[in-house]
């Protein structure tokens, strides 16, 4: 690529490569692409010299080419509502056959994306009716693990209980000779607390 300044040729190439596309009705884009190739710079180069420099020398030209570029594409549609080329790469209008098609092929299109979303929302409907399944078995289970909680530890106070009873009369069972005591009864107060009873009368061992 060329990096030596640009003169009045290069100029001039430029202006009437970029006003072609502008009167064909292409892009600038396009015309800064070619003038690249027949000047041997980038098209950046070519654009960034277009609009510095070119543009403004040529501002009566362009608007000209622009006029030029309206002209022809009315002359286009024109033809084309008369029964012109329509496979033109230029054409802008379609023929009522590439209209029903258009929308027919619009059609199916947003036939296939309410079916899909149908399909979506019933999915959706079903996953909220097992989300709701779900959470009221979860609220089952959870009042029967409550309930169960419960019991055990009604259950786990009363064993405990039990075994401070059994072995507070185990301890009172015995004398401090290691003898078992004869003629005893035990009852519990009415705070849990283990008494014994005395009888006048012998009784047989406890076991």
């Not at 072609?20 to 654009?47: M, P, W, Y």
Request: with cysteine; charged share 35%.
């Amino acid at each position: 690529m060329r990096q030596d300044a640009w003169t009045t040729e290069d100029d001039e190439v430029l202006a009437e490569v970029v006003l072609k596309h502008i009167k064909q009705g292409s892009t600038q884009l396009a015309g800064f692409n070619e003038a690249s190739r027949r000047l041997g710079r980038t098209a950046a180069a070519c654009g960034f010299r277009w609009n510095a420099c070119v543009r403004k020398q040529q501002r009566q030209i362009i608007e000209i080419a622009k006029e030029e570029r309206k002209k022809s594409k009315s002359e286009r549609v024109q033809a084309q509502m008369e029964g012109g080329d329509l496979d033109h790469p230029t054409a802008t209008l379609m023929s009522w056959a590439q209209v029903l098609r258009f929308l027919r092929q619009e059609k199916n299109t947003a036939q296939h994306w309410a079916s899909r979303w149908r399909n979506a929302e019933r999915q959706c409907n079903e996953w909220k009716a097992r989300f709701k399944e779900l959470q009221e078995e979860h609220g089952q289970i959870r009042e029967e693990y409550m309930q169960l909680k419960h019991d055990y530890e009604t259950v786990s106070e009363d064993y405990k209980a039990l075994v401070q009873i059994m072995e507070r009369a185990r301890k009172a069972t015995l004398l401090d000779g290691g003898e078992l005591a004869q003629g005893f009864m035990y009852q519990i107060d009415e705070y849990g607390n283990l008494e014994r009873v005395e009888h006048e009368e012998p009784m047989e061992r406890a076991e």
